[in-house]
């Protein structure tokens, strides 16, 4: 569906040329196929004949039935209106539950699964098309939707939070393509138990980590009424010497001469200043590149366009995204601001823009090297391999190459694969598509107009609050990993799919 959008028109482009009278508040659904393509490859001829009979079957008489109109088909999905958002949030759940039932029989690889967005919106209505940010939000929804699931803008959710028999899954804001403003996001749960099963999860966990903290502030006393130093036991007192038990109670008089001895301040600040020669940090692992021009930029997408002509001075860039064990170099050393959870080896998530540049000014401090983030221009060089083609392998898909939605069989869709699982590119690069978003230093610009030609990054003229990311992660399907594929989001919110690499000027 995603691919099928870029003609639907922003309300304010062109606006003049329509009636007002055809204006009007409306629900959007959008709906698509998730692995389409690969299901077309598989079985072209079938896969055909079975959409076609499930918009034909299922698809145009539920709409019908909800009171909507289905505006057009597109292959692989679907767009409708309704009047009413409650109905139009009806007909999502009973077309994601009858394929349940349709593909019961079927093996899991052969299922057709749809992703469904809703989003309410001030659209205009021409003919037999519908256009305006409305319509942009409801696909964008359907874009980063789960297969199988329903996702609904925060308008929705408000019109039907009490009229449906369901329950929500708020998601949080998200900043999505083309669309200025972050959009509040909520999954559907069919089942209204689900939604309280999850909280009752969370509860249990939350107990659990109580207890386990009483726990150990229990062992942290005994250990102290029976293990701690005699020192402790003979401190002299102006009283009667006290019991055991009378010095568990008191604390140590913090300012009392014979309490804060010297000697340990005067050994840690040395220490302090030392520590980066006394423990050296491991930089990342770089590849060298040698300059070169290429071909920037796709006809796929109107913010690739247009293509041009790059110069790039050669550079050194990460061969993997920066990883978990990496970053929390940074956190012990204080520069970063959070720790980083996941397994060492797999690569950081949840960095904003701002993140990023502290992490490149700490290795920059402590390596006397002047690492940076790369430039949109520079990172799609890599990417590309010496390529010009859609992918750097070649012009189809071939599944396995990239960490993406419905890429790999059995590949882990709640976090990305450690760095490295995959195939290099023909630079010896390692995750330039899937994996995890990441963060390049040029400000947004809508499409290549005016963009430097010599491979610099691109910060004048846009809008600096939000930032250019490349790659696409392990949530976004096969169009985000191609080389030419970008996005942006604002520098000061952290999302679980964002990362970066970092690179080196030569």
Same mark, same amino acid.
């Given at each position: 569906?995603?691919?099928?959008?870029?003609?639907?028109?922003?309300?304010?482009?062109?606006?003049?040329?329509?009636?007002?009278?055809?204006?009007?508040?409306?629900?959007?659904?959008?709906?698509?196929?998730?692995?389409?393509?690969?299901?077309?490859?598989?079985?072209?001829?079938?896969?055909?004949?079975?959409?076609?009979?499930?918009?034909?079957?299922?698809?145009?008489?539920?709409?019908?039935?909800?009171?909507?109109?289905?505006?057009?088909?597109?292959?692989?999905?679907?767009?409708?209106?309704?009047?009413?958002?409650?109905?139009?949030?009806?007909?999502?759940?009973?077309?994601?539950?009858?394929?349940?039932?349709?593909?019961?029989?079927?093996?899991?690889?052969?299922?057709?699964?749809?992703?469904?967005?809703?989003?309410?919106?001030?659209?205009?209505?021409?003919?037999?098309?519908?256009?305006?940010?409305?319509?942009?939000?409801?696909?964008?929804?359907?874009?980063?939707?789960?297969?199988?699931?329903?996702?609904?803008?925060?308008?929705?959710?408000?019109?039907?939070?009490?009229?449906?028999?369901?329950?929500?899954?708020?998601?949080?804001?998200?900043?999505?393509?083309?669309?200025?403003?972050?959009?509040?996001?909520?999954?559907?749960?069919?089942?209204?138990? +689900?939604?309280?099963?999850?909280?009752?999860?969370?509860?249990?966990?939350?107990?659990?980590?109580?207890?386990?903290?009483?726990?150990?502030?229990?062992?942290?006393?005994?250990?102290?009424?029976?293990?701690?130093?005699?020192?402790?036991?003979?401190?002299?007192?102006?009283? +009667?010497?006290?019991?055991?038990?009378?010095?568990?109670?008191?604390?140590?008089?913090?300012?009392?001469?014979? +309490?804060?001895?010297?000697?340990?301040?005067?050994?840690?600040?040395?220490?302090?200043?030392?520590?980066?020669?006394?423990?050296?940090?491991?930089?990342?692992?770089?590849?060298?590149?040698?300059?070169?021009?290429?071909?920037?930029?796709?006809?796929?997408?109107?913010?690739?366009?247009?293509?041009?002509?790059?110069?790039?001075?050669?550079?050194?860039?990460?061969?993997?995204?920066?990883?978990?064990?990496?970053?929390?170099?940074?956190?012990?050393?204080?520069?970063?601001?959070?720790?980083?959870?996941?397994?060492?080896?797999?690569?950081?998530?949840?960095?904003?823009?701002?993140?990023?540049?502290?992490?490149?000014?700490?290795?920059?401090?402590?390596?006397?090297?002047?690492?940076?983030?790369?430039?949109?221009?520079?990172?799609?060089?890599?990417?590309?391999?010496?390529?010009?083609?859609?992918?750097?392998?070649?012009?189809?898909?071939?599944?396995?190459?990239?960490?993406?939605?419905?890429?790999?069989?059995?590949?882990?869709?709640?976090?990305?694969?450690?760095?490295?699982?995959?195939?290099?590119?023909?630079?010896?690069?390692?995750?330039?598509?899937?994996?995890?978003?990441?963060?390049?230093?040029?400000?947004?610009?809508?499409?290549?107009?005016?963009?430097?030609?010599?491979?610099?990054?691109?910060?004048?003229?846009?809008?600096?609050?939000?930032?250019?990311?490349?790659?696409?992660?392990?949530?976004?399907?096969?169009?985000?990993?191609?080389?030419?594929?970008?996005?942006?989001?604002?520098?000061?919110?952290?999302?679980?799919?964002?990362?970066?690499?970092?690179?080196?000027?030569?």
């Amino acid at each position: 569906m995603r691919g099928e959008i870029h003609h639907i028109h922003s309300s304010n482009d062109g606006g003049s040329s329509h009636d007002a009278s055809s204006r009007r508040l409306a629900a959007i659904i959008a709906g698509d196929i998730s692995g389409y393509s690969r299901l077309m490859q598989m079985d072209e001829d079938g896969t055909y004949a079975r959409v076609k009979r499930i918009e034909r079957d299922l698809i145009e008489p539920t709409i019908a039935e909800h009171h909507g109109r289905l505006v057009k088909t597109t292959g692989d999905g679907f767009l409708a209106i309704f009047d009413s958002p409650v109905e139009a949030v009806r007909c999502g759940i009973v077309i994601q539950q009858s394929m349940v039932g349709r593909n019961a029989s079927l093996p899991r690889e052969h299922w057709i699964v749809y992703r469904i967005g809703v989003n309410l919106g001030d659209v205009i209505i021409e003919d037999d098309d519908v256009y305006g940010d409305g319509v942009n939000v409801a696909a964008r929804l359907e874009g980063i939707a789960a297969p199988g699931q329903i996702y609904i803008s925060g308008g929705i959710y408000e019109q039907i939070k009490h009229k449906l028999v369901c329950g929500y899954q708020s998601l949080g804001d998200r900043q999505v393509k083309n669309i200025t403003d972050p959009v509040r996001v909520y999954r559907v749960l069919p089942d209204p138990s +689900a939604i309280s099963t999850g909280r009752t999860r969370l509860v249990i966990a939350l107990l659990a980590a109580a207890t386990l903290l009483l726990l150990a502030v229990a062992g942290g006393a005994l250990w102290y009424l029976l293990v701690r130093p005699e020192s402790q036991l003979a401190r002299p007192s102006p009283a +009667a010497s006290p019991s055991p038990v009378d010095v568990a109670k008191t604390a140590p008089p913090p300012i009392a001469p014979q +309490a804060a001895p010297k000697a340990p301040t005067t050994a840690a600040a040395p220490a302090t200043k030392q520590q980066p020669s006394l423990q050296p940090i491991k930089e990342p692992e770089m590849i060298s590149l040698p300059g070169g021009s290429f071909a920037m930029g796709s006809n796929d997408d109107i913010t690739e366009k247009p293509v041009h002509q790059v110069a790039i001075k050669p550079f050194a860039i990460g061969k993997y995204p920066v990883t978990v064990r990496e970053w929390n170099e940074c956190t012990a050393a204080k520069a970063c601001g959070f720790v980083a959870v996941d397994k060492e080896d797999a690569p950081v998530t949840d960095v904003n823009w701002n993140d990023a540049r502290q992490f490149v000014a700490w290795l920059t401090q402590m390596t006397g090297k002047t690492y940076r983030l790369p430039s949109e221009a520079e990172w799609e060089y890599a990417a590309r391999g010496g390529t010009q083609t859609r992918y750097w392998w070649g012009d189809q898909f071939r599944p396995g190459m990239v960490n993406c939605k419905n890429c790999i069989e059995g590949a882990a869709v709640e976090q990305p694969m450690k760095v490295g699982s995959l195939k290099a590119n023909p630079f010896g690069l390692h995750d330039m598509g899937g994996g995890v978003d990441q963060w390049v230093e040029d400000c947004w610009h809508k499409n290549y107009q005016g963009a430097p030609s010599d491979g610099s990054a691109w910060v004048s003229d846009g809008d600096c609050s939000s930032r250019v990311i490349r790659s696409g992660s392990w949530r976004n399907d096969m169009r985000s990993a191609r080389p030419a594929s970008r996005d942006r989001y604002d520098v000061g919110v952290r999302y679980p799919t964002h990362g970066f690499r970092v690179a080196l000027s030569r």
